[in-house]
């Protein structure tokens, strides 16, 4: 058998004549081998409640075995998997996650600034624990850019400097593959919003009925976690979350925000906005919304820990206070070209006189906003509950007292954790909205062909899917392990496999949906797995007996899951 050859590189780093452990074959004629990686966990959701994703953990944990690695893919309920991820952050190795289109997302600064963000890895977005200053530097550089095209470079250095780090393994642009029955509502009063679908807040509130039918029935594959204005823990959440309270701006289906509660936004100079609140605005339990309420909602996230999902968004206001009875002036630390998607459009007007005396009672707690459950949540928006089981059933209803009262009477949402399940619930009648597909999209486009009142809408997520590798825990901390791990997935695979087509290869936090702002050519990374062998051998992993172990001398200090 010929002896393989030596990479120039691995020639040069040797300060001895002994020939170096080949990764390639398993062959070590010098150097011991650190301790051999322990089994690695990829966690995802369960394969009943997501299919798609559960699928594409079995095809990564295939491609990582060829690494020489011990996988197991552990697929949990999505509660559960929230729980361990998000609160339990330094007692697993790596997930399957998803960012979700929602409308303040049309802008790219809140994953570029917040995703990353050193601030949130303890509590918020970073759950990766992922720390570079220099791309810190580039966030907050595109953020107080109000050029487009020299922010739109920023953001292409930005994505590049991802690209070399992979502190997220980026999977797919997935499309969001929905339907609804064209019998019960109007096509021509669904909205199809860019990068998010015809499931979105303007679909809900301006839904027409065709008929008699004046309830839409939507489905959720999963439970929820809550309904809090000061905390959103998924996607199900948000769409619910957007029905109850109110924010001052919205942005509309063309991406753009618009005022919302607000009359009018006025920009007096680059760091400061002047907001006049519509009059005649009342919260659910019939008190007026006020400009105090106003200032409490960006001041409660911006002046304690107690809401650590939102204070990032806040934390760029110098000051925020009530000129007059309808006017409130922010002024910004430094200007901010995203300030009215990503903070305006994006804080829940929050009730003073109901969320004034929770945050009090926390502040001599451990616990944070994001513990609290409302009995009867209260906001001022379109919808308002009427009762809610966060893992069966959530009915709102519209609020007449509302400047824009839906045309429906209520929005009925159904958690339906079997995929198959819900799809057959559609022709049936018991869903009229599959607002939550997360099967075959043919099984859905041949349920519709044989049903021809089931109008189905694809529309290529803003969102995206990837592997989270806890950067808190070896050897995932190790930015060559991280790219040698990237390296073996084949996404062109996963899009075919688990998301039979629906779905685009990813390797950016700026989807293709943001044409503007996604550098061309970020998402043609190509799997190489003798790259990925290459890049470990290199930093001087080394494959004994076919399995992999750290490089010479290191010791596993990390135990399993």
Not at 24 to 36: E, H, Q
Not at 81 to 108: A, H, Y
Not at 274 to 285: A, E, F, K, P, S
Not at 349 to 368: C, E, F, M, R, Y
């Amino acid at each position: 058998m010929t002896a393989p050859k030596l990479s120039r590189r691995a020639l040069l780093a040797s300060s001895s004549l002994f020939l170096l452990p080949i990764l390639a074959t398993g062959s070590a004629l010098a150097a011991t081998p650190g301790d051999k990686i322990r089994k690695i966990t990829l966690l995802c959701a369960a394969q009943a409640s997501d299919p798609q994703e559960f699928q594409a953990a079995q095809l990564i944990a295939a491609a990582w075995r060829q690494l020489g690695l011990d996988v197991e893919v552990k697929g949990l309920p999505r509660p559960q998997l929230s729980d361990v991820v998000w609160n339990n952050r330094t007692k697993w190795d790596t997930t399957m996650w998803r960012m979700v289109g929602r409308p303040e997302r049309s802008d790219p600064d809140e994953f570029t600034f917040n995703l990353y963000n050193p601030a949130t890895i303890a509590t918020g977005y970073n759950f990766v624990a992922y720390n570079n200053p220099d791309f810190q530097k580039l966030a907050e550089a595109q953020r107080a850019q109000p050029d487009p095209e020299k922010r739109r470079e920023l953001l292409y250095q930005a994505q590049d400097m991802i690209n070399r780090d992979q502190p997220y393994l980026f999977l797919v642009y997935p499309k969001n593959v929905l339907a609804y029955d064209k019998s019960v509502w109007k096509a021509e009063s669904i909205v199809e919003q860019s990068g998010i679908g015809i499931r979105n807040f303007w679909t809900f509130l301006r839904a027409e009925p065709a008929g008699a039918k004046k309830d839409m029935v939507c489905n959720a594959a999963e439970s929820l976690i809550a309904l809090n204005p000061l905390y959103i823990s998924g996607a199900i959440d948000s769409w619910v979350t957007e029905l109850i309270w109110d924010r001052l701006m919205r942005v509309g289906p063309d991406g753009l925000p618009q005022p919302w509660a607000a009359e009018t936004v006025t920009q007096v100079d680059p760091a400061t906005i002047d907001v006049v609140l519509r009059q005649g605005q009342t919260w659910h339990d019939g008190k007026p919304v006020t400009v105090e309420d106003v200032v409490f909602s960006f001041e409660a996230p911006a002046t304690s820990d107690k809401s650590p999902m939102y204070k990032p968004f806040v934390e760029n206001i110098a000051s925020v206070k009530a000129m007059d009875e309808h006017t409130v002036r922010f002024v910004l630390k430094t200007p901010s070209a995203a300030f009215m998607t990503s903070t305006l459009a994006k804080i829940n007007l929050t009730p003073k006189h109901v969320w004034g005396s929770i945050l009090a009672d926390l502040a001599n707690k451990p616990q944070n906003a994001e513990t609290v459950q409302e009995e009867r949540p209260i906001g001022s928006g379109p919808f308002k509950v009427a009762r809610f089981k966060l893992n069966e059933e959530i009915v709102l209803e519209a609020n007449p007292a509302h400047w824009e009262k839906p045309r429906m009477d209520r929005w009925i949402l159904r958690v339906i954790t079997n995929t198959g399940a819900a799809l057959g619930m559609l022709p049936r009648g018991e869903i009229n909205f599959l607002t939550d597909y997360r099967g075959d999209p043919k099984l859905l486009a041949d349920l519709a062909r044989n049903n021809p009142s089931i109008q189905v809408v694809a529309t290529t997520d803003m969102g995206f899917r990837f592997v989270a590798p806890n950067a808190r825990r070896p050897p995932f901390d190790d930015v060559r392990f991280r790219r040698a791990l990237s390296l073996a997935i084949n996404r062109q695979l996963m899009v075919a496999a688990a998301w039979n087509g629906f779905a685009a290869p990813a390797n950016s936090f700026v989807s293709p949906a943001l044409q503007f702002w996604a550098k061309p050519g970020i998402d043609d990374l190509k799997p190489n797995m003798a790259e990925a062998k290459k890049l470990l051998e290199e930093a001087g992993y080394v494959i004994a007996a076919g399995k992999l172990h750290y490089p010479a001398g290191v010791k596993e200090t990390q135990t399993e899951g």
